[in-house]
């Protein structure tokens, strides 16, 4: 695998060999090296400051990888201390509130960072390579565009549709059993005319196994950071996408860490994203004023996201 190093290196031993040609070149005499020299002295430079960019980012992703690791490792950290206190007997609970609120002003301040680094080494450097995707991938997504607002229009309608869900409990749903969050998003799909198989996912959340239904269905996957530490899931996933934008009828699989890190523990459906680090979500099988396993429309953490799956409409 290579490393932000190797590269790092790479670009060192490039740019001495520039300097040696160069060197070596502005000894010689002769008119004729002027033009021949400053072409190809011109894209010689060009590609070494390419190359010199390439390694800022990696480095960026490099530190990204880090913070994401300690990242990981404080959740677990505080997921055990949230047990610890509450198993801890009423007069000692308060000696772990202080602890529990600086561990998690420290998960935020890694959030940050993470984020950070993540924007710096997706920041593409202005060179012909990358000015020419830019351009294909706009050509692309203005032909797409048409077809990706019918059904952002469609997926909006249905989450208006089934809001009026909100507190109704397992019993309204005659066949639903056990862990029923998949099986309500399963029912909310094919209700409104969605391609799912419910038979294929009814009660089965930690193999993401509704992504895989949904995703032969057409469904277009988005993987968050959690992802990276599931089987194909991670950077390497050509579906890796950490910086998506979730949208109102997007299915959402989440990871609270219940089962390790990479075991997926709970899914909903999107309503809104409300732009400050958290989304809005209609959810089965959860907590609310109905009681502990009802339908709910719930606020959750993005740092809780598997993923997302834009689902589509069944062909006629």
């Not at 400053?38 to 980012?57: L, R």
Request: charged share 20%; proline share 3%.
């Amino acid at each position: 695998m290579v490393s932000s190093g190797t590269v790092n290196s790479d670009a060192t031993t490039l740019n001495g060999y520039l300097t040696s040609y160069q060197s070596y070149i502005s000894e010689l005499s002769g008119s004729w090296k002027g033009t021949s020299f400053d072409s190809i002295n011109s894209q010689a430079e060009s590609f070494v400051s390419e190359y010199k960019a390439i390694v800022t980012q990696m480095n960026s992703f490099a530190n990204a990888c880090a913070a994401y690791e300690k990242y990981i490792k404080l959740k677990n950290e505080i997921a055990q201390t949230e047990a610890d206190r509450a198993n801890a007997a009423d007069q000692y609970k308060s000696t772990y509130d202080e602890p529990l609120s600086a561990m998690n002003s420290d998960l935020q301040t890694l959030k940050t960072s993470i984020q950070t680094y993540l924007s710096e080494a997706s920041s593409p450097s202005l060179t012909a390579t990358a000015v020419s995707a830019l351009a294909t991938a706009t050509s692309s997504k203005s032909s797409s565009s048409s077809g990706n607002s019918d059904i952002a229009a469609q997926n909006k309608a249905f989450v208006e549709s089934i809001l009026s869900e909100k507190g109704k409990t397992i019993d309204d749903y005659p066949g639903f059993y056990g862990e029923w969050c998949a099986q309500f998003v399963s029912e909310m799909l094919n209700r409104n005319g969605y391609d799912i198989q419910p038979s294929a996912i009814a009660g089965y959340i930690d193999d993401g196994s509704i992504f895989k239904s949904l995703r032969s269905a057409g469904a277009t996957v988005h993987l968050d950071l959690a992802s990276q530490y599931h089987d194909g899931g991670g950077e390497g996933n050509s579906e890796y996408d950490p910086n998506y934008s979730p949208q109102p009828g997007d299915v959402v699989l989440f990871d609270f860490g219940y089962n390790g890190m990479g075991v997926t523990d709970h899914v909903g459906i999107v309503v809104q994203d409300n732009g400050d680090g958290t989304i809005r979500t209609i959810e089965g099988n959860t907590t609310g004023d109905a009681g502990d396993s009802c339908v709910e429309i719930k606020d959750r953490d993005r740092d809780e996201v598997f993923g997302y799956a834009t689902p589509v409409k069944k062909s006629n």
